[in-house]
């Protein structure tokens, strides 16, 4: 009789997984968090305690959007992907380098939708000649590597291989894991027939000390990677009835529409904290909560802002969220007479300034 609940045990996750026929492949422990919706009155001054602002001292004409941004050792690395310049920063805001041009030489590209850096190079993703591109991290390009795929996202490696997220064309692979060279060694999900592409214009991957995050566009759980790639654990978020339907996850258009609730990019988590970017319905708020605890709320990220307030979180680093202002920012706050004066006044100027949130512990 007691190997009748193994047997009913077992059945049970083999159906689980066959269920998510499309989803990541092998099935793993999976987290089930419940996510508060409403707003709360000061939530960010309950899981921010310090903000940093680096002011940022621009060449002129340098770029248009701040779209990605990545925090590596001492150096802030930023995307513009409207005019495909990936330029770096030091900690105290002052230029450093551009990496690589637009045009059709050996060491130019056409479009850059996505970077990432290592101890090694950095690496620029050209998804319109579908090619990698490598420089030294001051600059210096190093080579260009043709893949036989349409790339969306990645990340780099410990051990030399790749973590990518497809565009649909080539093949029906979506998510995987290839080697040095490009070649896919494994496949963890596939496009079904209503993915028509990863639209997201911010990370789809993030790295957060030992572990590697990855959310698909509109998705409703983020999935844990280590640094090998390997696939160890999952984030179910549930946003109750809000939760897009699956038939619809590929039109963000009529989810807002329809006042759905999906993620914007993926989510933060820094031990039990979590920090995520939403639309909400009829709002874009940023969601901050402890899962351990089982507490938080949201902050509409449009109007009546204070200093802890995240506006977007971008990448971690170092136990500190980071984030952006631009000049429009200013508009958002209660009053911007609570931010420092050389801020607002590099603001008023036209110039970004990158701000780190520090997370209570």
Same mark, same amino acid.
């Given at each position: ?157 410990? !051990? ?5 997220? &497809?565009? @649909? ?5 979506? $998510? %995987?894991?290839? /080697? ?117 709320? !949201? ?5 009546? &802002?204070? @200093? ?5 979180? $971008? %990448?971690?680093? /170092? ?43």
């Amino acid at each position: 009789m007691k190997y009748i609940h193994y047997y009913i045990f077992f059945l049970f996750f083999f159906i689980a997984c066959k269920e998510n026929k499309t989803d990541i492949i092998p099935c793993v422990p999976q987290t089930k968090v419940d996510v508060p919706l409403e707003e709360v009155s000061g939530i960010s001054s309950s899981f921010i305690d310090t903000v940093l602002f680096v002011k940022l001292q621009e060449p002129q004409n340098t770029f248009r959007n701040l779209d990605k941004l990545k925090i590596y050792g001492d150096t802030i690395y930023i995307l513009d992907e409207r005019l495909s310049k990936l330029m770096s920063f030091d900690k105290e805001g002052n230029f450093i380098t551009q990496y690589g041009e637009r045009g059709r030489s050996s060491s130019e590209y056409v479009r850059v939708n996505s970077f990432d850096v290592d101890k090694h190079y950095v690496y620029l993703y050209d998804d319109a000649s579908e090619k990698m591109i490598s420089f030294t991290h001051g600059g210096e390009f190093v080579q260009k590597v043709e893949t036989p795929f349409w790339g969306e996202d990645f990340k780099a490696l410990e !051990n030399g291989s790749f973590l990518f997220s &497809l565009k @649909p064309g080539k093949s029906n692979v979506k $998510l %995987c894991v290839t /080697d040095s060279h490009f070649n896919i060694k494994k496949v963890f999900s596939y496009f079904d027939e209503e993915d028509q592409d990863n639209y997201s214009n911010y990370s789809l991957f993030q790295k957060v000390g030992d572990s590697i995050y990855y959310t698909d566009d509109m998705s409703d759980t983020t999935h844990v990677f280590t640094p090998k790639g390997e696939l160890v654990h999952s984030y179910l978020f549930n946003f109750g009835k809000y939760a897009p339907p699956l038939e619809a996850r590929y039109d963000a258009e009529q989810l807002i529409k329809e006042k759905h609730v999906f993620m914007y990019t993926c989510p933060l988590i820094y031990d039990s904290k979590l920090v995520m970017f939403l639309r909400n319905r009829h709002l874009r708020t940023v969601l901050y909560y402890d899962m351990k605890e089982r507490i938080g709320g !949201n902050k509409d990220i449009d109007k009546g &802002l204070s @200093p802890t307030d995240i506006i977007i979180p $971008l %990448c971690m680093a /170092d136990g500190y969220v980071v984030g952006y202002l631009e000049d429009y920012c200013l508009d958002r706050f209660e009053d911007k007479t609570t931010l420092p004066a050389d801020v607002v006044q590099h603001l008023e100027n036209g110039y970004r300034v990158v701000a780190f949130y520090r997370l209570k512990r």
